[in-house]
């Protein structure tokens, strides 16, 4: 059993059309997608068109919240620039999609955590905001009742495995299309992959045992900086071109 998990993709069509050719490549069908579909100041009506197209288990972000929840006006920049390029059957497909999701009887899907959209499950920001690894027993303790041997989350854009003391894996598989952003909650914080490449994972069962392969795809990231950089976002032309805010 073998399947592509995308996640953040924010509005990156390009991003997003070299990830799911990457994954055609691998012989693969089945894709699941963890949310966070358009926001940002990119190409959010072509990713909507992609995106409606393919067939993948989809649950909700907190962005794809935002965009059916807040007037435009109230919008944070990045969300208005997407909401200003969806149809109304792109905001209603973003308003059908649930907070999670079972695949296949295998695996429990949450865009952040099974409790909130915005909370990161696997990673902790101290006040100096530094981002780390989150220590086992709070991991553990936000998957409780997650009776699933497999558990799939995205939101931090960090590419990460974490197995449980009783075998359950949560994989989180990176942004096919943001490498890199700032955030003011719960201290200011910077998450920066380093590299400009689209991230997604593959995961796979072997003899009982889920295995992930982390992988990261090339595409035109020097044409979506510049298009950030056109639309006055000086921080998403850096981390498009180069994984890093500067
Ligand atoms: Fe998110």
């Known amino acids: 059993m073998r399947f592509a998990v995308i996640a953040d993709v924010h509005g990156n069509h390009l991003a997003l059309d070299a990830v799911l050719a990457d994954i055609s490549r691998q012989g693969i069908a089945d894709i699941v997608n963890l949310g966070d579909c358009f926001s940002g100041p990119l190409t959010a009506g072509k990713t909507a ?13 907190n962005h794809d919240r935002y965009l ?12 208005r620039v997407a909401h200003s390029q969806l149809g109304e059957r792109h905001l209603e497909w973003l308003r059908s999609l649930p ?10 899907l949450c865009h952040a955590t099974p409790s909130d959209d915005n909370v990161y499950w696997l990673e902790t920001v101290s006040p100096d905001g530094h981002i780390h690894l989150k220590p086992i027993e709070e991991i553990e303790t936000l998957a409780v009742d997650i009776d699933f041997p497999l558990i799939l989350c995205g939101h931090s854009h960090i590419p ?3 197995m449980l003391p009783d075998g359950r894996l949560i994989v989180n598989p990176g942004s096919v299309g943001c490498p890199a952003y700032d955030d003011d909650l719960p201290h ?18 072997l003899d009982g045992i889920w295995i992930p392969t982390f992988r990261q795809v090339a595409y035109d990231y020097r044409a979506m900086a510049e298009l950030a950089a ?12 180069t994984g890093w805010l500067r």
Do not use: C
Not at 68 to 79: R, Y
Not at 99 to 108: C, L, M, S
């Open 49 to 61: 068109e992609i995106l409606l197209a393919t067939d993948a288990v989809t649950v909700r972000g």
């Open 68 to 79: 059916i929840e807040q007037a435009p006006e109230a919008m944070h920049a990045s969300d």
């Open 99 to 108: 907070f999670n999701a079972v695949y296949k009887d295998e695996a429990y």
């Open 160 to 162: 990460r495995a974490v």
């Open 188 to 205: 200011y914080h910077k998450v920066e992959a380093g590299h400009p490449f689209a991230s997604y994972a593959i995961m796979e069962k």
């Open 230 to 241: 056109e639309r006055g976002r000086k921080d998403w032309a850096s981390g498009l071109a």
